[in-house]
């Protein structure tokens, strides 16, 4: 039998795991609550789940919380927010606002997807992705908007190298929980 939380081998009639210390649960027949489904029995590593349980959703969090707080200030334009907007018009200011509430909305959500990936609750590695997927398009309309705004392209370095990480995320992540679905199963 193995461990739904690290993936390490528990002996048989054993209640914790011997490395993380998790509750091994018993099925109402008998049987083991996780077994692996690999041949040989070895357990998959489980470092990057622990990165982007622990690190990742919490940056995500912390980042998209401060700076939604900074983009609804006009922060963004470094003291200059009130000739900005006179320059370019209330519709900048709207969707600076409306940006910033959706920077604010992804790190609320990536706080509620931690607990549920933390929880291994079925469905959780989907939620992640979808999360990434609402990243990558919250950038894209913000760029497409601003640039429609400012008659010139409001995609800078940094807004384009986070789309592309959030796209990378998107496969590389797919491809790791699929291998790891079966852990999901509360």
């Excluded at 000739?83 to 959500?109: H, P, T």
């Excluded at 933390?118 to 989907?126: H, L």
Aim: with cysteine; glycine share 12%.
């Amino acid at each position: 039998m193995f461990c739904k939380n690290c993936g390490s081998e528990v002996p048989d009639g054993a209640s914790f795991c011997p490395k993380c210390g998790t509750a091994v649960r018993e099925t109402s027949v008998g049987g083991p609550f996780y077994q692996n489904p690999y041949p040989g029995g070895e357990a998959l590593p489980m470092n990057w789940y622990k990165f982007v349980i622990y690190v990742q959703l919490f940056l995500s969090a912390a980042v998209n919380i401060i700076g939604g707080i900074v983009w609804i200030a006009g922060g963004q334009y470094g003291g200059m927010a009130t000739y900005v907007y006179l320059f370019y018009g209330g519709g900048l200011k709207v969707l600076d606002v409306m940006f910033g509430l959706a920077s604010i909305a992804l790190g609320a959500a990536a706080i509620l997807v931690r607990q549920k990936l933390a929880r291994f609750e079925t469905g959780a590695p989907g939620k992640y992705l979808k999360l990434l997927i609402a990243s990558i398009a919250v950038g894209l309309i913000y760029g497409i908007f601003g640039s429609i705004i400012l008659r010139q392209s409001a995609f800078s370095a940094s807004s384009i190298v986070s789309i592309i990480l959030n796209v990378i995320l998107v496969f590389l992540n797919n491809i790791y929980f699929k291998r790891r679905e079966h852990l999901f199963c509360r």
